[in-house]
Nanobody, 114 residues
Framework: VQLQASGGGLVQAGGSLRLSCVVS????????MDWYRQAPGKQREFIAR???????DYVASVKGRFTISRDITENTVYLQMNSLKAEDTAVYYC?????????WGEGTQVTVSS
């Protein structure tokens, strides 16, 4: 199983980025897909989930600004990030959960300049 995240970069505050995570080796339709992030000196935190059944969930700090979605045909989960703030600066990670297993991808750096 492999997860490949991409789409990070440097953006000014108020700007937007879209992260992608391509999953290979498992069927994305049967998995929950999450995005996490880890800022320097802080613990990795959950920010968004796409449930296998279609529901979504967000941490309060990104609700209304970030949108998680998935393309089952392409086995890809996206994180659309709008109205970015300096405090969104972090390495962003995707994971996939299927049954008792959780798989992580390598992160992608998002830097928001104020």
């Amino acid at each position: 199983v492999q997860l490949q995240a991409s789409g990070g970069g440097l953006v000014q505050a108020g700007g937007s980025l879209r992260l992608s995570c391509v999953v290979s080796g498992i069927g994305s339709s049967a998995t929950h897909m999450d995005w996490y992030r880890q800022a320097p000196g802080k613990q990795r935190e959950f920010i968004a989930r796409s449930f296998a059944g279609g529901d979504t969930d967000y941490v309060a700090s990104v609700k209304g600004r970030f949108t998680i979605s998935r393309d089952i045909t392409e086995n890809t989960v996206y994180l659309q990030m709008n109205s970015l703030k300096a405090e969104d600066t972090a390495v962003y990670y995707c994971n996939a959960q299927t049954g008792p297993y959780t798989f992580w991808g390598e992160g992608t750096q998002v830097t928001v300049s104020s």
